[in-house]
Nanobody, 123 residues
Framework: EAGLEDAGGGSVQAGGSLRLSCTASGFRLDTTDMAWYRQGPGNECELVARLNSYSDSGSITYADSVKGRFSISEDKAKNSVYLQMTNLKPEDTGVYYC??????????????WGQGTQVTVSS
């Protein structure tokens, strides 16, 4: 069965780093655009980073709030995409999940979403 599995969250102090992973099964991640989202305490959906492997030759966009601190990368051999997060801030706290194609969880049927991984940043 096709799907996404994300992992790598945890609890860190402000200034720390985490690396999230998103691995696809049943389809190739490099044949679709994908994105990392985070869901904050108010259940809002925020686009964190987007990798446009399909629509724009691998271009990458970041939310203004994470530019310079987060970095998205892919490993085609492992059919995985990673989100390296550095200099983490308390406001980065939330549930992070990957999506392919990019869409907030539940936006429409036929999309793939990871189960989500909790990131907690303490001050």
């Amino acid at each position: 069965e096709a799907g996404l599995e994300d992992a790598g969250g945890g609890s860190v102090q402000a200034g720390g780093s985490l690396r999230l992973s998103c691995t696809a099964s049943g389809f190739r991640l490099d044949t679709t655009d994908m994105a990392w989202y985070r869901q904050g305490p108010g259940n809002e959906c925020e686009l964190v980073a987007r990798l446009n492997s399909y629509s724009d030759s691998g271009s990458i966009t970041y939310a203004d709030s994470v530019k310079g601190r987060f970095s998205i990368s892919e490993d085609k051999a492992k059919n995985s995409v990673y989100l390296q997060m550095t200099n983490l801030k308390p406001e980065d706290t939330g549930v992070y999940y990957c999506a392919a194609p990019p869409a907030c969880r539940g936006a429409w049927t036929g999309n793939y979403w990871g189960q989500g991984t909790q990131v907690t940043v303490s001050s």
